[in-house]
Protein backbone atom coordinates (compact mmCIF):
# COMPACT_ATOMS: atom_id res chain seq x y z
CA UNK A 1 0.00 0.00 0.00
CA UNK A 2 2.76 2.40 1.01
CA UNK A 3 4.11 2.30 -2.34
CA UNK A 4 1.60 2.60 -4.09
CA UNK A 5 1.00 5.99 -2.13
CA UNK A 6 4.72 7.03 -3.16
CA UNK A 7 3.42 6.48 -7.13
CA UNK A 8 0.86 8.62 -6.21
CA UNK A 9 2.70 11.28 -5.31
CA UNK A 10 4.00 11.68 -8.96
CA UNK A 11 0.59 10.92 -10.27
CA UNK A 12 -1.40 13.44 -8.79
CA UNK A 13 -0.83 16.92 -10.55
CA UNK A 14 -1.89 19.94 -7.98
CA UNK A 15 -1.84 22.13 -10.76
CA UNK A 16 -4.77 20.24 -12.87
CA UNK A 17 -6.72 20.13 -9.27
CA UNK A 18 -6.82 23.33 -9.19
CA UNK A 19 -7.65 24.14 -12.68
CA UNK A 20 -10.33 21.70 -12.56
CA UNK A 21 -12.30 23.83 -9.57
CA UNK A 22 -12.03 26.50 -11.34
CA UNK A 23 -12.96 25.40 -14.80
CA UNK A 24 -15.88 23.97 -12.88
CA UNK A 25 -17.39 27.43 -11.56
CA UNK A 26 -17.82 30.18 -14.72
CA UNK A 27 -16.95 33.36 -12.90
CA UNK A 28 -14.99 36.42 -14.13
CA UNK A 29 -12.75 35.57 -11.18
CA UNK A 30 -12.26 32.53 -12.87
CA UNK A 31 -10.69 33.39 -15.95
CA UNK A 32 -8.09 35.88 -13.69
CA UNK A 33 -7.37 32.51 -11.58
CA UNK A 34 -6.39 30.72 -14.99
CA UNK A 35 -3.93 33.45 -16.22
CA UNK A 36 -2.42 33.71 -13.02
CA UNK A 37 -1.58 29.71 -12.86
CA UNK A 38 -0.52 29.53 -16.87
CA UNK A 39 2.01 32.48 -15.62
CA UNK A 40 4.08 30.85 -13.12
CA UNK A 41 5.67 34.00 -11.56
CA UNK A 42 6.61 34.44 -8.31
CA UNK A 43 4.34 38.22 -8.57
CA UNK A 44 1.49 35.92 -10.46
CA UNK A 45 1.74 33.66 -7.42
CA UNK A 46 1.60 36.80 -4.35
CA UNK A 47 -1.10 37.60 -6.33
CA UNK A 48 -3.05 34.21 -6.18
CA UNK A 49 -2.46 34.37 -2.19
CA UNK A 50 -4.17 38.09 -2.00
CA UNK A 51 -7.11 37.26 -3.93
CA UNK A 52 -10.01 39.12 -1.88
CA UNK A 53 -13.58 39.77 -2.95
CA UNK A 54 -15.30 42.70 -1.61
CA UNK A 55 -19.05 41.37 0.09
CA UNK A 56 -20.43 44.93 0.25
CA UNK A 57 -20.55 44.50 -3.96
CA UNK A 58 -23.14 41.79 -3.65
CA UNK A 59 -26.99 41.65 -2.75
CA UNK A 60 -29.40 39.46 -1.57
CA UNK A 61 -30.03 38.46 -5.04
CA UNK A 62 -26.40 37.64 -5.87
CA UNK A 63 -25.67 35.39 -2.79
CA UNK A 64 -25.19 32.16 -4.44
CA UNK A 65 -22.94 34.12 -7.03
CA UNK A 66 -20.66 35.14 -3.81
CA UNK A 67 -20.43 32.02 -3.05
CA UNK A 68 -18.96 31.02 -6.24
CA UNK A 69 -16.52 34.12 -6.21
CA UNK A 70 -15.58 33.42 -2.72
CA UNK A 71 -14.33 30.00 -3.09
CA UNK A 72 -12.40 30.53 -5.60
CA UNK A 73 -10.92 33.66 -4.07
CA UNK A 74 -10.04 32.36 -0.60
CA UNK A 75 -9.22 28.45 -1.40
CA UNK A 76 -5.75 29.03 -2.12
CA UNK A 77 -5.07 31.58 0.18
CA UNK A 78 -3.52 29.17 2.71
CA UNK A 79 -1.55 27.39 0.61
CA UNK A 80 2.05 26.88 1.63
CA UNK A 81 3.88 26.13 -1.21
CA UNK A 82 2.80 29.13 -3.70
CA UNK A 83 6.29 30.45 -4.64
CA UNK A 84 6.09 34.39 -3.72
CA UNK A 85 9.67 34.46 -3.16
CA UNK A 86 10.02 35.93 0.03
CA UNK A 87 11.75 35.79 2.57
CA UNK A 88 9.13 34.89 4.94
CA UNK A 89 10.81 34.62 8.07
CA UNK A 90 12.18 37.90 7.91
CA UNK A 91 9.14 39.08 6.91
CA UNK A 92 7.48 37.06 10.03
CA UNK A 93 10.68 38.89 12.02
CA UNK A 94 9.71 42.48 11.16
CA UNK A 95 6.01 41.52 12.02
CA UNK A 96 6.94 40.75 15.37
CA UNK A 97 9.18 43.81 16.01
CA UNK A 98 6.31 46.43 14.88
CA UNK A 99 4.22 44.41 17.06
CA UNK A 100 6.47 45.13 19.73
CA UNK A 101 6.99 49.04 19.05
CA UNK A 102 3.09 49.32 18.97
CA UNK A 103 3.10 47.38 22.94
CA UNK A 104 5.84 49.78 23.68
CA UNK A 105 3.73 53.15 22.25
CA UNK A 106 1.15 52.07 24.03
CA UNK A 107 3.17 51.19 27.70
CA UNK A 108 4.27 54.90 27.00
CA UNK A 109 0.81 56.45 26.08
CA UNK A 110 -1.19 54.32 29.69
CA UNK A 111 1.79 55.42 31.59
CA UNK A 112 1.38 59.08 30.77
CA UNK A 113 -2.09 59.23 31.19
CA UNK A 114 -1.59 58.88 34.87
CA UNK A 115 0.72 62.12 34.83
CA UNK A 116 -1.51 64.05 32.56
CA UNK A 117 -4.75 63.75 33.88
CA UNK A 118 -5.61 67.98 33.18
CA UNK A 119 -5.97 66.54 29.40
CA UNK A 120 -9.09 65.14 28.59
CA UNK A 121 -8.00 62.38 26.95
CA UNK A 122 -6.10 61.18 29.27
CA UNK A 123 -8.83 61.22 31.69
CA UNK A 124 -11.46 59.28 29.14
CA UNK A 125 -8.41 56.88 29.31
CA UNK A 126 -8.20 56.75 32.57
CA UNK A 127 -12.28 56.55 33.01
CA UNK A 128 -12.05 53.61 30.62
CA UNK A 129 -9.63 51.69 32.20
CA UNK A 130 -10.94 51.99 35.48
CA UNK A 131 -14.82 50.79 34.83
CA UNK A 132 -12.37 48.39 32.42
CA UNK A 133 -10.56 46.86 35.60
CA UNK A 134 -14.02 46.50 37.91
CA UNK A 135 -15.36 44.40 35.49
CA UNK A 136 -12.40 42.23 35.11
CA UNK A 137 -12.58 42.28 39.21
CA UNK A 138 -16.42 40.78 39.13
CA UNK A 139 -15.68 38.33 36.44
CA UNK A 140 -12.22 37.04 38.30
CA UNK A 141 -12.57 35.49 42.23
CA UNK A 142 -10.90 37.53 44.58
CA UNK A 143 -8.05 34.72 45.42
CA UNK A 144 -5.56 35.60 48.86
CA UNK A 145 -1.86 33.95 47.54
CA UNK A 146 -2.77 30.69 49.76
CA UNK A 147 -5.57 30.26 47.48
CA UNK A 148 -3.98 31.17 44.90
CA UNK A 149 -1.15 28.45 45.28
CA UNK A 150 -3.84 25.73 46.12
CA UNK A 151 -5.68 26.40 43.08
CA UNK A 152 -2.48 26.65 40.65
CA UNK A 153 -1.64 23.16 42.49
CA UNK A 154 -4.17 21.69 41.42
CA UNK A 155 -4.99 22.80 37.95
CA UNK A 156 -1.07 23.56 36.89
CA UNK A 157 -0.56 21.46 33.72
CA UNK A 158 1.59 20.95 30.72
CA UNK A 159 0.96 21.99 27.35
CA UNK A 160 1.28 19.55 24.54
CA UNK A 161 4.14 21.35 22.55
CA UNK A 162 7.54 22.61 22.84
CA UNK A 163 9.15 24.64 25.29
CA UNK A 164 12.79 25.60 25.46
CA UNK A 165 14.10 22.10 26.35
CA UNK A 166 12.21 19.79 24.86
CA UNK A 167 12.16 20.01 20.86
CA UNK A 168 10.56 18.09 17.88
CA UNK A 169 7.57 15.42 18.08
CA UNK A 170 9.50 14.33 21.90
CA UNK A 171 7.46 16.93 24.04
CA UNK A 172 5.19 14.24 26.51
CA UNK A 173 5.43 14.50 30.13
CA UNK A 174 8.56 12.41 30.04
CA UNK A 175 10.96 14.55 28.42
CA UNK A 176 9.53 17.40 30.18
CA UNK A 177 9.90 16.04 33.68
CA UNK A 178 13.22 15.14 33.31
CA UNK A 179 14.00 18.74 32.06
CA UNK A 180 12.75 21.21 34.48
CA UNK A 181 13.14 24.28 33.04
CA UNK A 182 11.89 27.98 34.58
CA UNK A 183 12.71 31.62 35.10
CA UNK A 184 14.13 33.17 38.42
CA UNK A 185 10.50 35.05 38.38
CA UNK A 186 8.66 31.97 38.66
CA UNK A 187 11.13 30.18 40.60
CA UNK A 188 9.05 30.82 44.11
CA UNK A 189 6.01 28.40 42.39
CA UNK A 190 8.68 25.27 42.95
CA UNK A 191 7.45 24.84 46.32
CA UNK A 192 3.93 23.41 44.81
CA UNK A 193 5.88 20.96 43.51
CA UNK A 194 5.72 19.28 46.50
CA UNK A 195 2.38 17.34 44.76
CA UNK A 196 5.49 15.26 42.69
CA UNK A 197 7.17 14.12 44.63
CA UNK A 198 8.20 11.48 42.33
CA UNK A 199 10.21 14.63 40.00
CA UNK A 200 12.88 14.98 42.59
CA UNK A 201 13.79 11.26 42.61
CA UNK A 202 13.76 11.61 38.59
CA UNK A 203 17.00 14.22 39.16
CA UNK A 204 18.73 12.38 41.82
CA UNK A 205 22.49 13.25 41.67
CA UNK A 206 21.57 16.64 39.27
CA UNK A 207 20.60 20.15 39.21
CA UNK A 208 16.79 19.72 39.74
CA UNK A 209 16.05 23.12 37.78
CA UNK A 210 17.09 24.66 34.52
CA UNK A 211 17.13 28.24 34.77
CA UNK A 212 16.52 30.13 32.45
CA UNK A 213 16.58 33.76 31.36
CA UNK A 214 13.38 33.90 29.07
CA UNK A 215 11.85 32.24 25.97
CA UNK A 216 12.97 31.02 22.39
CA UNK A 217 11.41 33.14 19.37
CA UNK A 218 10.75 30.82 16.68
CA UNK A 219 8.76 31.11 13.57
CA UNK A 220 6.18 27.93 11.89
CA UNK A 221 4.81 28.32 8.60
CA UNK A 222 1.23 29.59 8.10
CA UNK A 223 0.82 30.64 4.75
CA UNK A 224 2.50 31.35 1.42
CA UNK A 225 2.97 35.24 2.60
CA UNK A 226 3.89 34.75 6.18
CA UNK A 227 4.88 32.72 9.68
CA UNK A 228 3.75 32.76 12.60
CA UNK A 229 5.52 33.84 15.57
CA UNK A 230 6.10 31.80 18.77
CA UNK A 231 7.77 32.60 22.07
CA UNK A 232 8.87 28.87 23.08
CA UNK A 233 8.66 29.05 26.75
CA UNK A 234 10.24 26.83 29.65
CA UNK A 235 8.82 23.49 31.37
CA UNK A 236 8.19 25.02 34.80
CA UNK A 237 6.51 28.11 33.28
CA UNK A 238 3.85 26.60 30.76
CA UNK A 239 2.95 24.06 33.50
CA UNK A 240 2.02 27.00 36.41
CA UNK A 241 0.76 29.31 33.34
CA UNK A 242 -1.74 26.40 32.29
CA UNK A 243 -3.11 26.81 35.71
CA UNK A 244 -3.78 30.19 35.36
CA UNK A 245 -5.50 30.03 31.83
CA UNK A 246 -7.33 27.45 33.33
CA UNK A 247 -8.54 29.45 36.50
CA UNK A 248 -9.79 32.32 33.91
CA UNK A 249 -11.82 29.94 31.69
CA UNK A 250 -13.94 28.94 34.81
CA UNK A 251 -14.03 32.16 35.72
CA UNK A 252 -15.58 33.05 32.21
CA UNK A 253 -17.88 29.44 32.31
CA UNK A 254 -19.80 31.21 35.52
CA UNK A 255 -20.61 34.49 33.45
CA UNK A 256 -21.84 32.06 30.66
CA UNK A 257 -18.58 31.52 28.10
CA UNK A 258 -18.06 28.35 28.12
CA UNK A 259 -14.56 28.52 25.97
CA UNK A 260 -14.35 24.78 24.79
CA UNK A 261 -18.35 25.46 23.43
CA UNK A 262 -17.56 29.09 21.55
CA UNK A 263 -16.73 28.01 18.71
CA UNK A 264 -20.02 26.19 17.07
CA UNK A 265 -21.61 28.74 19.26
CA UNK A 266 -19.85 31.82 17.00
CA UNK A 267 -20.69 30.01 13.79
CA UNK A 268 -24.27 30.02 14.89
CA UNK A 269 -24.28 33.25 15.57
CA UNK A 270 -22.50 34.78 12.70
CA UNK A 271 -24.98 32.70 10.47
CA UNK A 272 -27.73 34.63 12.40
CA UNK A 273 -26.52 37.83 11.91
CA UNK A 274 -26.03 37.36 8.53
CA UNK A 275 -29.68 37.35 8.14
CA UNK A 276 -30.71 39.84 10.68
CA UNK A 277 -27.75 42.25 10.50
CA UNK A 278 -27.91 42.98 14.47
CA UNK A 279 -24.26 41.98 15.19
CA UNK A 280 -21.02 42.18 13.83
CA UNK A 281 -17.93 40.22 13.89
CA UNK A 282 -14.67 41.32 14.90
CA UNK A 283 -11.27 40.33 13.86
CA UNK A 284 -8.30 41.78 15.02
CA UNK A 285 -4.61 42.08 13.41
CA UNK A 286 -1.61 40.34 15.76
CA UNK A 287 -3.79 40.57 18.73
CA UNK A 288 -1.77 38.00 20.85
CA UNK A 289 1.29 39.96 20.03
CA UNK A 290 -0.16 43.15 20.82
CA UNK A 291 -1.42 42.19 24.37
CA UNK A 292 0.68 45.69 25.94
CA UNK A 293 2.41 45.08 29.32
CA UNK A 294 0.64 48.36 30.76
CA UNK A 295 -2.56 47.68 29.44
CA UNK A 296 -2.60 44.32 31.27
CA UNK A 297 -1.45 45.78 34.83
CA UNK A 298 -3.95 48.28 34.22
CA UNK A 299 -6.62 46.37 34.06
CA UNK A 300 -6.21 42.92 36.04
CA UNK A 301 -6.79 43.03 39.64
CA UNK A 302 -3.65 42.94 41.54
CA UNK A 303 -3.57 39.78 43.03
CA UNK A 304 -3.82 37.99 39.12
CA UNK A 305 -1.30 40.73 37.79
CA UNK A 306 1.50 40.06 40.44
CA UNK A 307 0.92 36.25 39.98
CA UNK A 308 0.65 35.95 35.83
CA UNK A 309 3.47 38.41 35.73
CA UNK A 310 5.83 36.34 37.45
CA UNK A 311 5.17 33.02 35.30
CA UNK A 312 5.36 35.38 31.95
CA UNK A 313 8.77 35.59 30.14
CA UNK A 314 9.67 39.11 29.84
CA UNK A 315 12.83 38.14 27.43
CA UNK A 316 12.95 36.40 24.25
CA UNK A 317 15.83 35.04 22.40
CA UNK A 318 16.24 35.00 18.91
CA UNK A 319 19.70 34.42 17.00
CA UNK A 320 21.51 34.07 20.30
CA UNK A 321 20.28 37.89 21.26
CA UNK A 322 17.99 38.85 23.73
CA UNK A 323 14.84 41.39 23.33
CA UNK A 324 13.28 42.73 26.41
CA UNK A 325 9.33 42.30 25.36
CA UNK A 326 7.37 45.13 25.70
CA UNK A 327 4.14 42.29 25.45
CA UNK A 328 2.84 41.32 28.30
CA UNK A 329 2.18 37.43 27.11
CA UNK A 330 2.55 35.77 23.71
CA UNK A 331 1.85 33.03 21.33
CA UNK A 332 3.63 30.14 23.39
CA UNK A 333 2.23 31.64 26.64
CA UNK A 334 -0.08 28.74 28.41
CA UNK A 335 -2.72 31.28 29.08
CA UNK A 336 -2.54 33.78 26.63
CA UNK A 337 -5.46 32.64 24.67
CA UNK A 338 -8.21 32.89 28.05
CA UNK A 339 -6.00 36.37 28.58
CA UNK A 340 -7.29 38.05 25.47
CA UNK A 341 -10.78 36.60 25.07
CA UNK A 342 -11.12 38.28 28.70
CA UNK A 343 -9.79 41.08 27.82
CA UNK A 344 -12.14 41.94 24.69
CA UNK A 345 -14.98 40.87 26.36
CA UNK A 346 -14.90 42.51 29.31
CA UNK A 347 -13.99 45.62 26.63
CA UNK A 348 -17.19 45.09 24.97
CA UNK A 349 -19.29 44.70 28.27
CA UNK A 350 -18.02 47.79 29.03
CA UNK A 351 -18.57 49.84 26.30
CA UNK A 352 -22.72 48.19 26.32
CA UNK A 353 -22.82 49.31 29.71
CA UNK A 354 -22.00 52.99 28.88
CA UNK A 355 -24.68 53.06 26.13
CA UNK A 356 -27.12 50.88 28.50
CA UNK A 357 -27.43 48.16 25.99
CA UNK A 358 -28.47 44.50 27.34
CA UNK A 359 -26.69 41.89 26.27
CA UNK A 360 -26.13 38.14 27.09
CA UNK A 361 -23.62 35.26 25.54
CA UNK A 362 -26.51 35.24 22.60
CA UNK A 363 -25.73 38.51 21.99
CA UNK A 364 -22.17 39.63 22.96
CA UNK A 365 -19.34 36.87 22.75
CA UNK A 366 -15.86 36.86 22.35
CA UNK A 367 -13.42 33.74 21.36
CA UNK A 368 -9.76 34.63 21.56
CA UNK A 369 -9.44 37.72 19.02
CA UNK A 370 -12.71 36.73 17.81
CA UNK A 371 -15.25 39.22 18.80
CA UNK A 372 -19.58 39.29 17.86
CA UNK A 373 -20.94 42.27 19.33
CA UNK A 374 -23.86 44.59 19.11
CA UNK A 375 -23.77 46.85 16.10
CA UNK A 376 -24.18 49.87 18.22
CA UNK A 377 -20.47 49.38 20.30
CA UNK A 378 -18.89 49.18 16.79
CA UNK A 379 -17.88 52.75 16.47
CA UNK A 380 -16.68 52.76 19.88
CA UNK A 381 -14.21 49.68 19.51
CA UNK A 382 -12.94 51.00 16.11
CA UNK A 383 -12.24 54.66 18.60
CA UNK A 384 -11.03 53.00 21.74
CA UNK A 385 -9.08 49.55 20.14
CA UNK A 386 -6.39 52.08 18.90
CA UNK A 387 -5.65 53.62 22.01
CA UNK A 388 -5.18 50.83 24.05
CA UNK A 389 -2.64 49.18 21.31
CA UNK A 390 -5.05 46.88 19.24
CA UNK A 391 -5.86 47.17 15.28
CA UNK A 392 -8.99 45.94 13.59
CA UNK A 393 -8.55 44.08 10.34
CA UNK A 394 -10.99 45.94 8.20
CA UNK A 395 -10.81 42.67 5.45
CA UNK A 396 -12.08 40.07 8.01
CA UNK A 397 -14.33 42.42 10.56
CA UNK A 398 -18.34 42.79 9.17
CA UNK A 399 -20.29 45.27 10.67
CA UNK A 400 -22.84 46.18 7.60
CA UNK A 401 -23.92 44.51 4.37
CA UNK A 402 -25.41 40.73 4.36
CA UNK A 403 -21.67 38.31 5.31
CA UNK A 404 -20.66 37.73 8.37
CA UNK A 405 -17.60 35.10 9.18
CA UNK A 406 -16.49 33.90 12.73
CA UNK A 407 -14.29 31.08 13.83
CA UNK A 408 -14.46 29.54 10.49
CA UNK A 409 -17.79 29.77 9.50
CA UNK A 410 -18.66 32.34 6.57
CA UNK A 411 -22.50 33.04 5.76
CA UNK A 412 -23.78 35.35 3.44
CA UNK A 413 -27.50 35.89 3.50
CA UNK A 414 -27.92 32.66 6.49
CA UNK A 415 -26.35 31.05 3.13
CA UNK A 416 -22.72 28.74 4.27
CA UNK A 417 -20.02 29.81 2.04
CA UNK A 418 -17.83 28.32 4.12
CA UNK A 419 -14.85 27.88 1.26
CA UNK A 420 -12.59 24.63 0.81
CA UNK A 421 -8.66 25.19 1.55
CA UNK A 422 -6.25 23.41 -0.69
CA UNK A 423 -3.03 24.24 1.94
CA UNK A 424 -0.66 21.36 0.51
CA UNK A 425 1.61 21.26 -2.49
CA UNK A 426 1.13 17.65 -2.90
CA UNK A 427 -1.41 14.69 -1.76
CA UNK A 428 -0.68 11.01 -1.18
CA UNK A 429 -2.48 8.16 0.67
CA UNK A 430 -4.67 9.43 3.35
CA UNK A 431 -3.84 13.12 2.41
CA UNK A 432 -5.85 12.51 -1.24
CA UNK A 433 -9.02 10.99 0.87
CA UNK A 434 -9.06 13.86 2.88
CA UNK A 435 -9.04 16.20 -0.13
CA UNK A 436 -11.69 13.89 -1.36
CA UNK A 437 -13.91 13.90 1.49
CA UNK A 438 -13.59 17.88 1.65
CA UNK A 439 -14.56 18.29 -1.84
CA UNK A 440 -17.69 16.50 -1.68
CA UNK A 441 -19.04 17.89 1.73
CA UNK A 442 -18.47 20.69 0.03
CA UNK A 443 -20.52 19.81 -2.88
CA UNK A 444 -22.62 18.26 -0.57
CA UNK A 445 -23.16 21.91 1.37
CA UNK A 446 -23.80 23.89 -1.94
CA UNK A 447 -26.58 21.69 -2.45
CA UNK A 448 -27.96 22.88 1.27
CA UNK A 449 -27.67 19.46 2.19
CA UNK A 450 -29.57 17.58 -0.08
CA UNK A 451 -28.05 15.52 -2.78
CA UNK A 452 -24.15 17.02 -4.24
CA UNK A 453 -23.63 20.10 -6.44
CA UNK A 454 -22.48 18.43 -10.17
CA UNK A 455 -20.49 21.62 -10.89
CA UNK A 456 -17.71 19.89 -8.90
CA UNK A 457 -18.46 16.29 -9.94
CA UNK A 458 -14.95 17.08 -12.87
CA UNK A 459 -12.82 17.70 -9.81
CA UNK A 460 -14.02 14.87 -7.67
CA UNK A 461 -14.05 12.11 -9.75
CA UNK A 462 -10.29 12.91 -10.61
CA UNK A 463 -9.17 12.96 -7.27
CA UNK A 464 -11.29 9.73 -6.82
CA UNK A 465 -9.54 8.47 -9.76
CA UNK A 466 -5.88 9.01 -8.13
CA UNK A 467 -7.33 7.76 -4.80
CA UNK A 468 -8.29 4.62 -6.51
CA UNK A 469 -4.65 3.98 -8.30
CA UNK A 470 -3.07 5.02 -5.10
CA UNK A 471 -4.57 2.30 -3.24
CA UNK A 472 -3.97 -0.32 -6.21
CA UNK A 473 -7.60 -0.44 -7.15
CA UNK A 474 -8.94 -1.00 -3.49
CA UNK A 475 -9.30 1.92 -1.59
CA UNK A 476 -10.76 2.14 1.72
CA UNK A 477 -14.67 3.35 1.54
CA UNK A 478 -16.90 3.94 4.29
CA UNK A 479 -19.75 6.50 5.89
CA UNK A 480 -19.47 9.87 6.40
CA UNK A 481 -18.96 11.05 10.18
CA UNK A 482 -16.58 8.20 11.43
CA UNK A 483 -13.41 10.04 10.73
CA UNK A 484 -11.52 10.76 7.59
CA UNK A 485 -9.33 7.24 7.22
CA UNK A 486 -11.91 6.33 4.49
CA UNK A 487 -13.63 8.00 1.12
CA UNK A 488 -17.12 8.84 2.36
CA UNK A 489 -19.24 7.19 0.19
CA UNK A 490 -22.87 6.65 0.17
CA UNK A 491 -23.99 2.67 1.01
CA UNK A 492 -25.30 1.87 -2.56
CA UNK A 493 -21.29 2.85 -4.29
CA UNK A 494 -19.87 0.75 -1.79
CA UNK A 495 -22.82 -2.18 -0.68
CA UNK A 496 -20.85 -3.53 2.02
CA UNK A 497 -21.51 -6.51 4.03
CA UNK A 498 -23.77 -6.54 6.76
CA UNK A 499 -24.64 -8.32 10.09
CA UNK A 500 -27.18 -8.75 12.39
CA UNK A 501 -26.73 -9.04 15.67
CA UNK A 502 -29.32 -7.96 18.97
CA UNK A 503 -31.86 -6.75 16.80
CA UNK A 504 -29.59 -4.51 15.24
CA UNK A 505 -28.37 -4.29 11.28
CA UNK A 506 -24.34 -2.96 11.20
CA UNK A 507 -22.46 -2.81 8.13
CA UNK A 508 -19.01 -3.39 7.60
CA UNK A 509 -16.32 -1.42 5.90
CA UNK A 510 -12.19 -0.33 5.93
CA UNK A 511 -11.31 2.53 7.38
CA UNK A 512 -7.07 3.80 7.71
CA UNK A 513 -6.54 4.26 11.78
CA UNK A 514 -3.77 6.64 12.92
CA UNK A 515 -1.99 5.13 15.38
CA UNK A 516 0.65 7.29 17.40
CA UNK A 517 4.00 6.01 17.17
CA UNK A 518 5.66 5.00 20.31
CA UNK A 519 9.94 5.05 21.43
CA UNK A 520 11.25 3.37 24.58
CA UNK A 521 11.39 5.10 27.78
CA UNK A 522 14.92 4.14 29.10
CA UNK A 523 14.35 6.62 32.29
CA UNK A 524 12.26 4.30 34.65
CA UNK A 525 11.79 7.03 37.49
CA UNK A 526 10.67 9.81 34.53
CA UNK A 527 8.68 6.77 32.83
CA UNK A 528 6.87 6.43 35.93
CA UNK A 529 6.88 9.91 37.11
CA UNK A 530 4.92 10.66 33.54
CA UNK A 531 2.50 8.02 34.24
CA UNK A 532 1.60 9.66 37.78
CA UNK A 533 1.26 12.51 35.94
CA UNK A 534 -1.04 11.22 33.77
CA UNK A 535 -3.31 9.78 35.57
CA UNK A 536 -3.85 12.87 38.40
CA UNK A 537 -4.73 14.73 35.10
CA UNK A 538 -6.92 12.62 33.77
CA UNK A 539 -11.26 12.45 34.54
CA UNK A 540 -11.91 9.24 33.12
CA UNK A 541 -10.93 5.46 33.45
CA UNK A 542 -7.10 4.76 34.58
CA UNK A 543 -7.06 2.07 31.86
CA UNK A 544 -9.01 3.93 29.06
CA UNK A 545 -6.20 6.94 29.14
CA UNK A 546 -2.76 7.15 30.57
CA UNK A 547 -2.04 4.03 31.31
CA UNK A 548 -2.79 2.43 27.96
CA UNK A 549 -1.08 5.35 26.35
CA UNK A 550 1.39 4.80 27.67
CA UNK A 551 2.06 1.00 26.91
CA UNK A 552 2.37 0.27 30.51
CA UNK A 553 -0.17 -2.62 30.55
CA UNK A 554 2.26 -4.86 27.75
CA UNK A 555 4.79 -4.31 30.57
CA UNK A 556 6.76 -2.08 28.23
CA UNK A 557 8.21 1.50 28.93
CA UNK A 558 6.82 3.04 25.69
CA UNK A 559 6.05 7.07 25.22
CA UNK A 560 4.15 8.56 22.47
CA UNK A 561 5.42 10.27 19.98
CA UNK A 562 3.22 14.14 19.94
CA UNK A 563 2.55 13.94 15.94
CA UNK A 564 4.30 10.60 14.54
CA UNK A 565 1.67 8.16 13.40
CA UNK A 566 1.62 5.02 11.62
CA UNK A 567 -1.03 3.22 9.73
CA UNK A 568 -3.24 0.34 9.63
CA UNK A 569 -6.59 -0.26 7.34
CA UNK A 570 -9.14 -2.16 10.12
CA UNK A 571 -12.45 -3.33 10.37
CA UNK A 572 -15.19 -1.35 11.73
CA UNK A 573 -18.89 -2.07 11.86
CA UNK A 574 -21.47 1.15 11.65
CA UNK A 575 -25.34 1.16 12.46
CA UNK A 576 -25.61 3.89 10.80
CA UNK A 577 -24.97 4.71 6.87
CA UNK A 578 -25.01 8.85 5.80
CA UNK A 579 -26.26 9.56 2.58
CA UNK A 580 -25.45 12.50 0.57
CA UNK A 581 -28.06 11.85 -2.02
CA UNK A 582 -27.50 12.01 -5.76
CA UNK A 583 -25.19 14.70 -7.53
CA UNK A 584 -27.33 17.55 -9.28
Same mark, same amino acid.
Given at each position: ???? !? ?87 ? @? ?6 ? @? ?14 ? /? ?5 ? &??? &????? /? ?45 ? &? ?7 ? *? ?67 ? /??? @? &? ?54 ? +? ?24 ? #? ?36 ? !? ?9 ? /? ?32 ? +? ?31 ? +? ?18 ? *? ?31 ? !? ?12 ? #? ?51 ? *?????
Amino acid at each position: MFAE !QRKCRNDFDIKKCIKLIVGAIDRPIARTIELLLDNGSTIAHLELASLAVDPLKYNYDDRFHFRDDYLLAEFLSKNKFLNTDLNLEEVSF @QKFLESER @QCKLTNIRIASSFDSL /NQQSSRD &LQL &LLTEW /NRKITKILPCYSFLQFGENIAKHAKFGPGSTTVTHGDATSPYEKVQD &LGITWSAYP *FVSLLTEYPSWMKVHRGKPLFIMEPGSNLLFVQKNAKTHRAICVEPNLNTFFQGAIGQLIKNSLARVGY /NIP @Q &LQEKHRVLAQRASIDGRLATIDLKAASDTISYKLVEAVLPPNWFDIMESLRCGLTC +YKDEYIKLEKFSSMGNSYTFELETLI #FLSLCMVLCDRKGISYTPDTLSVYGDDIICPLQIVDDL !QHWLPIVGFEM /NMKKSFFSGLFRESCGGHFFAGVDVTPMYIREGS +YHGTELIILQNRLRNLAHRRCAWYGCDSTLKPV +YDYVDRQTTLCYNGNPPRGP *FGLGDGHQHKNWDEVRPRSFTSDGYRRWMFTTI !QQRTRKYEARNNRA #FYSSILYNVCHTENSILDNSVIEFGIIRNKNMVPYRKRTSQKAVKVLSTEWYD *FGPWY
